[in-house]
């Protein structure tokens, strides 16, 4: 039996998007934050409503970190929680937890409709549009390239500070860690692209720009046949008037290069932390 009734059915069969509401809970680290924020751009720009309550909510998105213990059993018990209350609705689950468990979330829970890998957020509004009762929708397939594409729409920002992701996966393949099935191998956007968002990201009122990844003094982009490191980019960046402070997280101790040393020293724009 689906749990969809058929009012709600029919709404959705139309695409009608507008007058949905929806609720991203984040789970994890500084980079799903920075997701959910580019989920949430993504759906209101097709028309949809954020909900500040998750139990009221046509669609709630549950955005995973796989890092800590027993982080898949906390996101069944939330979706338990939900759907207790309010069985009515879209539940998806994207990130990190969906990737790792993939397929096997439609057999631990019913109530899951959308399963969504941490590489195709771009594609969520596509999936809630194509929702039907009885019909799972999966994707967790690794396409970095296509999803960074996206990730310099405009999005909304809170407070003076903000999060922008430069690189993501990880080749290290440390014994105790998941990201590298998780996340994919290590993927740089370009600085071109970095320098659009945070100016967006300024002209709103950023001063305070953290730059991403799970080995972000990783990052290594290509531009006309050259290499560009972490301290290029900061270096590019901190010309940028408005943008006060820049900030980076999480680095690796491989990737501390002489070059970005040199760079905490010069660069009165970046933070003396790591």
């Known amino acids: 039996m689906s749990k969809y009734n058929s009012k709600d059915y029919y709404k959705r069969a139309d695409?009608?998007?507008?007058?949905?509401?929806?609720?991203?809970?984040?789970?994890?680290?500084?980079?799903?934050?920075?997701?959910?924020?580019?989920?949430?751009?993504?759906?209101?720009?097709?028309?949809?409503?954020?909900?500040?309550?998750?139990?009221?909510?046509?669609?709630?998105?549950?955005n995973t970190c796989n890092i800590r213990e027993k982080a898949a059993q906390k996101v069944y018990s939330d979706i338990?929680?939900?759907?207790?209350?309010?069985?009515?609705?879209?539940?998806?689950?994207?990130?990190?937890v969906a990737q790792a468990e993939n397929s096997e979330m439609f057999n631990r829970s019913s109530d899951i409709d959308i399963i969504l890998g941490p590489?195709?957020?771009?594609?969520l509004p596509k999936m809630i549009k194509d929702i039907q009762p009885n019909l799972k929708q999966l994707n967790t397939d690794f396409i970095i390239n296509e999803k960074f594409d996206y990730l310099s729409e405009e999005r909304k920002i809170k407070g003076i500070s903000s999060f922008v992701t430069i690189q993501e996966g990880?080749?290290?393949?440390?014994?105790?860690?998941?990201?590298?099935?998780?996340?994919?191998?290590?993927?740089?956007?370009?600085?071109?692209?970095?320098?659009?968002?945070?100016?967006?990201?300024?002209?709103?009122?950023?001063?305070?720009?953290?730059?991403?990844g799970q080995n972000v003094n990783a990052y290594n982009s290509v531009n006309d046949e050259s290499k560009n490191k972490l301290s290029d980019l900061i270096y590019e960046l901190s010309e940028i008037k408005n943008l006060k402070r820049?900030?980076?997280?999480?680095?690796?101790?491989?990737?501390?290069?002489?070059?970005?040393?040199?760079?905490?020293?010069?660069?009165?724009?970046?933070?003396?932390?790591?």
Do not use: W
């Not at 934050?33 to 759906?43: A, C, G, M, P, R």
């Not at 338990?80 to 990190?96: F, H, P, T, Y």
């Not at 590489?119 to 594609?123: E, K, V």
């Not at 990880?170 to 320098?195: H, L, N």
């Open 15 to 62: 695409g009608i998007m507008k007058e949905q509401s929806f609720h991203v809970k984040s789970y994890g680290c500084q980079m799903n934050v920075y997701d959910s924020e580019k989920i949430t751009s993504f759906l209101t720009k097709e028309g949809m409503i954020e909900n500040n309550d998750i139990y009221s909510a046509d669609i709630v998105i549950f």
């Open 80 to 96: 338990g929680r939900v759907v207790k209350k309010n069985n009515e609705k879209v539940i998806a689950v994207v990130g990190c």
């Open 119 to 123: 590489q195709s957020y771009h594609l």
């Open 170 to 212: 990880c080749d290290k393949f440390c014994a105790f860690c998941v990201v590298p099935f998780t996340r994919g191998p290590e993927y740089s956007r370009s600085i071109q692209d970095i320098k659009s968002e945070v100016l967006q990201l300024t002209k709103q009122g950023a001063k305070e720009i953290v730059l991403l």
């Open 246 to 274: 820049i900030r980076y997280t999480t680095s690796h101790p491989i990737n501390m290069t002489d070059d970005l040393i040199k760079c905490h020293k010069e660069n009165d724009k970046l933070m003396p932390f790591l």
